[in-house]
């Protein structure tokens, strides 16, 4: 290969991965407008349902490429709600009068006419579209079923059913009271019921509301995470040796008011560039309350 060649090859590559950043950078904006719009939960459940989503993908062997898509789509799942009345977005469907139930539903097109802004969002855009199609072909916008639901839209369908399941009705739930714990199994052994009947429901649900091999592994997913964690213990830990896979035992927000990490969030690369930069500018204190492994 000429030198020319091989130098021409490098800053292409150079330009690629800054694209990829800005893309990124471009996500992270859209979860942050979207995590505003949610902040009355205080759960992160975006970041929650991108985060397990990609882990899902990773476990059917998906490409880098799927796989990318598939944890921007779990990140960005319910863009569309933004600019939501309060009454359609804190009600369950049920509750919703017909009015509000048409405006809830549109939230998927508007989610996917959103993200057709950006030619390299395509693929999320109709992943998008598609989270809350049924297995059995009884969801919506368009009554798809079985394979005809991409794989991203089954896997983020479940995530985003167990995380609201486990979190929102609980209100207070005892993550609240993380702080007050010294180890994770007073938490685990707090919330055990709950999750049980969670996995139960999602089971029953195969091939009705979810994909059966997705559950299978779903739910093989969850019980790791938790067995994950049994050892863990409630400490302060200086940001320098805050690693993923930690556990958040508190909140912290920005100055602003922004939530940056969440009690019983599960430290990720990208959260760690945003308590850095807010642990510099002394909005957040340099050590933060965590569950973390013994020998951390
Ligand atoms: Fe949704
Ligand atoms: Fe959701």
Redesign the pocket.
Same mark, same amino acid.
């Given at each position: 290969m000429s030198n020319n060649t091989k130098e021409l090859e490098d800053k292409i590559e150079k330009l690629g991965f800054q694209l990829a950043n800005n893309i990124f950078d471009t996500i992270k904006t859209l979860q942050f407008s979207l995590d505003l719009t949610e902040r009355y939960y205080e759960n992160s @459940?975006?970041r929650y349902?991108g985060e397990m989503s990609e882990k899902m993908a990773k476990l059917m062997s998906l490409n880098e490429e799927d796989t990318f898509e598939v944890r921007t789509a779990g990140l960005l @799942? /319910?863009i569309g709600k933004i600019g939501f009345r309060d009454t359609a977005l804190f009600k369950t469907m049920p509750e919703m009068n017909s009015r509000e139930l048409k405006q809830y539903k549109l939230h998927v097109d508007i989610g996917r006419e959103m993200l057709y802004n950006h030619k390299a969002l395509y693929g999320v855009a109709d992943i998008v579209y598609e989270h809350h199609e049924n297995f059995d072909g009884t969801g919506f916008p368009e009554k798809k079923q079985k394979s005809q639901i991409k794989v991203g839209a089954r896997i983020i369908s479940i995530v /985003?059913f167990y @995380?609201?399941a486990m979190h929102k009705s609980m209100k207070l739930d005892s993550i609240s009271d993380l702080s007050q714990k010294s180890n994770a199994m007073d938490y685990l052994q707090e919330t055990q019921r709950k999750f049980d009947s969670v996995l139960e429901y999602i089971d029953d649900q195969k091939n009705i509301k979810f994909d059966p091999e997705l559950v299978h592994l779903f739910i093989k997913l969850a019980e790791s995470e938790r067995k994950r964690i049994e050892g863990f213990l409630v400490k302060r830990i200086h940001i320098a040796n805050v690693k993923p896979g930690m556990i958040f035992a508190e909140s912290y927000y920005s100055s602003s008011g922004l939530l940056i990490a969440n009690k019983g969030e599960v430290v990720a690369n990208d959260s760690l560039k945003a308590l850095y930069r807010c642990v510099e500018s002394d909005q957040i204190p340099q050590k933060l309350l965590m569950l973390a492994d013994n020998n951390d």
């Open positions: @459940h975006s349902v @799942h /319910d /985003d @995380h609201n």
